[in-house]
């Protein structure tokens, strides 16, 4: 098992399996958010859907991993931050590049403040921009 998967499933307190390893590996080494098929072609049908988006779930629940949407559905990218169960904090800006397709978290650019009238309460924030990224552009 490599040090990330054994070090991040510890601090989270879940159990080591094959399918949560081989998941944090692949997004450990993208820098893009990747969608539940892209994990699927990455693990080269060695576990079911089902397996998969528990997996997903379970990361996204331990603080692990984070939501990102973009006009193609659902992604999923390592927290940059220290995440825990159902608390996530993620105020930076995600980026989707027209011609690559690839969607990025920008950490450093953060979400501006909304103020929202009286009575509504955020839970969360989603921000994506949409454009070209610098490898593309050249």
């Not at 997004?27 to 539940?36: E, I, K, V």
């Not at 089902?50 to 939501?67: A, E, Q, S």
């Not at 927290?79 to 825990?84: A, D, I, N, Q, W």
Request: hydrophobic content about 30%; aromatic content about 6%.
């Amino acid at each position: 098992m490599n040090t990330f998967a054994k070090d991040t499933l510890r601090l989270h307190e879940l159990r080591h399996t094959g399918c949560r390893e081989d998941i944090l590996d692949i997004l450990h080494n993208r820098d893009s958010a990747l969608s539940h098929g892209d994990l699927e072609n990455g693990l080269q049908d060695r576990y079911d859907r089902v397996t998969i988006y528990r997996t997903l779930k379970t990361f996204v629940d331990k603080g692990i991993i984070h939501k990102v949407l973009d006009e193609d559905g659902l992604r999923y990218a390592l927290c940059k931050e220290v995440c825990h169960d159902h608390d996530h904090h993620h105020d930076h800006v995600h980026f989707k590049c027209e011609l690559c397709g690839k969607t990025t978290c920008l950490d450093q650019v953060h979400i501006p403040s909304v103020k929202l009238p009286q009575g509504f309460a955020t839970k969360e924030v989603n921000l994506l921009i949409q454009g070209v990224c610098p490898i593309c552009s050249k």
